[in-house]
């Protein structure tokens, strides 16, 4: 076997003190990722007064809730020694100790297939088992979404992902049939397994990625 390895300086765009998305600048700047179908990512930050950390991307307000708690919990308007670089400063120094500035992220996805869009392809066929294992939490959801008294989840969520152009195949991603069972097999080892309304067997999962394909 071929150990392949890659080693590369990155500078990221300048930005004013805040949460600020750096994914896509850093995924831009190693095209040769494309070329690693396992492996691990590790990012290190030359910086003592920034940091790194993994959080919600979809909404933006979790960067300005993140802001405000760590600037409650280390202010600026308190006795502090090391000061001749400005009040902030010191502050800087703090909050990146504490989310730390280094980043150890896996490498390996089906196909180099987004997880959201996976997600997408399978969520009405998930969705519609995991009623008939939890009906109350069904119902629950269907009154958050302002639907009928047993409307079918997967008939909506399916129809919902038609409205937004996504895809529903898995086949539409690459993936082969013949890798369902090794599929199966590893979600039901899986940690996240015991997380489900029940616990599902590998012929289980087998079914919802035939369905999705």
């Not at 600020?20 to 995924?27: R, W």
């Not at 979809?58 to 202010?75: G, H, Q, S």
Request: glycine share 8%; aromatic share 4%.
């Amino acid at each position: 076997m071929t150990i392949r390895w890659l080693q590369k300086p990155l500078t990221l765009t300048a930005r004013r003190r805040g949460f600020h998305l750096v994914t896509e600048e850093i995924l831009s700047a190693i095209p040769e990722l494309e070329g690693f179908s396992v492996g691990l990512l590790h990012l290190f930050l030359l910086h003592t007064s920034a940091s790194l950390s993994i959080n919600e991307n979809a909404d933006p307000d979790v960067r300005k809730d993140m802001e405000t708690v760590l600037n409650r919990i280390v202010t600026e308007n308190q006795p502090l020694t090391h000061t001749l670089e400005g009040p902030d400063d010191m502050p800087a120094h703090v909050k990146s100790s504490v989310l730390g500035c280094s980043l150890s992220v896996p490498i390996g996805a089906l196909h180099h297939a987004h997880h959201g869009a996976l997600t997408a392809a399978v969520m009405g066929n998930v969705t519609r088992l995991n009623a008939t294992l939890a009906p109350q939490k069904a119902a629950r959801l269907r009154q958050a979404m302002s639907l009928p008294e047993g409307q079918d989840l997967g008939d909506f969520l399916n129809g919902l992902c038609d409205r937004l152009g996504l895809s529903r195949r898995l086949r539409d991603f690459g993936l082969q049939q013949s890798e369902f069972a090794g599929l199966a097999a590893e979600a039901e080892a899986s940690g996240f397994n015991i997380t489900n309304p029940k616990p599902l067997p590998a012929e289980a999962y087998l079914r919802l990625l035939e369905e999705s394909w």
